[in-house]
């Protein structure tokens, strides 16, 4: 269905779009509601999620307000520099998993419940499930660059990657997120150690898990 068609269909009924909400950014993909308003007769308001580009289209057309959610205004209110460093896309995706060992991501337990309620067709669940992310997200940078580096990586978009991997790097360096220690480290540390008594001693000093 066009946009044009959209907004005839919308006059029809009685409705006018009187102004959309740019919502929320969960990796790089932006969230947003359009608001219905009745025209002429005592209906309800009605509030649909939407793409943004499909919100802005209708808004648009219709000349309603457009609003911005703040956080993600401030998020979203500069680019990050360039990348310099050449590597290979195949090079950046490790460096970044590598970043990303250092980062915990409470989501995923998230993310699997809304993937099976939506495997379960369960969407009212996977709605609820979907708005926790959101929230999640939204009030924590660190999580919020993680969900972005996966995203980004995903979608093939390297220098977007870079940025946000550096950025989790600087994070990290400068202590402004919880230390962690990555999983390539823990293995070493274990085998290390396996096979020996905690507290059996050698010549470099004793050993404990």
């Known amino acids: 269905m066009t946009h044009d068609l959209m907004k005839c269909s919308i006059q029809a009924m009685g409705y006018s779009v009187s102004r959309i909400f740019i919502t929320a950014?969960?990796?790089?993909?932006?969230?947003?509601?359009?608001h219905y308003s009745p025209e002429g007769h005592g209906g309800p308001e009605i509030?649909?999620?939407?793409?943004?580009?499909?919100?802005?289209n209708l808004a648009v057309r219709f000349s309603s307000r457009i609003f911005i959610n703040r956080a993600v205004a401030e998020k979203m209110a500069h680019k990050g520099p360039p990348v310099v460093a050449n590597l290979t896309a195949e090079e950046l995706v490790k460096t970044a998993r590598e970043e990303m060992l250092y980062h915990a991501d409470p989501t995923v337990m998230v993310k699997l419940e809304m993937d099976l309620a939506v495997g379960n067709e369960d969407y009212e669940r996977a709605k609820t499930?979907?708005?926790?992310l959101d929230e999640m997200v939204l009030g924590n940078r660190e999580l919020g660059l993680l969900v972005a580096l996966e995203t980004s990586i995903e979608d093939e978009r390297?220098?977007?990657?870079?940025?946000?991997?550096d950025e989790l790097r600087k994070m990290r360096l400068e202590g402004k997120c919880a230390p962690r220690t990555p999983w390539g480290a823990r293995e070493e540390q274990a085998s290390g150690t396996r096979g020996r008594?905690?507290?059996?001693g050698s010549g470099s000093g004793t050993h404990s898990w």
Do not use: K
């Not at 390297?158 to 991997?165: G, K, L, N, P, S």
């Open 25 to 34: 950014l969960v990796g790089n993909t932006y969230h947003a509601s359009i």
């Open 47 to 56: 509030q649909v999620d939407a793409r943004p580009s499909d919100a802005l």
């Open 197 to 200: 008594s905690p507290l059996s």
């Open 158 to 165: 390297y220098e977007e990657a870079a940025y946000f991997r």
């Open 129 to 132: 499930y979907q708005r926790q």
